[in-house]
Nanobody, 114 residues
Framework: QVQLVESGGGLVQAGGSLRLSCAAS????????MGWYRQAPGKQRELVAFITSGGSTHYADSVKGRFTIARDNAKNTNYLQMNSLKPEDTAVYYCRVWGTMNAWGQGTQVTVSS
């Protein structure tokens, strides 16, 4: 069973940037996609961005042009670079892997103040 550990959340002013990291306990990139979800208070969890095992990236319309997902296979880690943050980006962000493995991270809080 793979474990995912997120880091990099915090408090930032609108217009600022944060980089989230998701470290896996073992090699997972072969045949597995990885992504980031977020859940704001009172709202459903939504997919923000994901990267396929082949390296293709996909983004929710709300974050296109502002967020970038990338991965480092050697470190079993993927990253979510978040720029031009808005108060509506405030949420708990969760890392997830799916494919031959399926796991969620514990979540990291991102708070964007206006």
């Amino acid at each position: 069973q793979v474990q995912l550990v997120e880091s990099g959340g915090g408090l930032v002013q609108a217009g600022g940037s944060l980089r989230l990291s998701c470290a896996a306990s073992k090699s997972i990139f072969t045949n597995n996609d990885m992504g980031w979800y977020r859940q704001a208070p009172g709202k459903q969890r939504e997919l923000v961005a994901f990267i396929t095992s082949g390296g293709s990236t996909h983004y929710a319309d709300s974050v296109k042009g502002r967020f970038t997902i990338a991965r480092d296979n050697a470190k079993n880690t993927n990253y979510l670079q978040m720029n031009s943050l808005k108060p509506e980006d405030t949420a708990v962000y969760y890392c997830r892997v799916w494919g031959t493995m399926n796991a969620w991270g514990q979540g990291t809080q991102v708070t964007v103040s206006s």
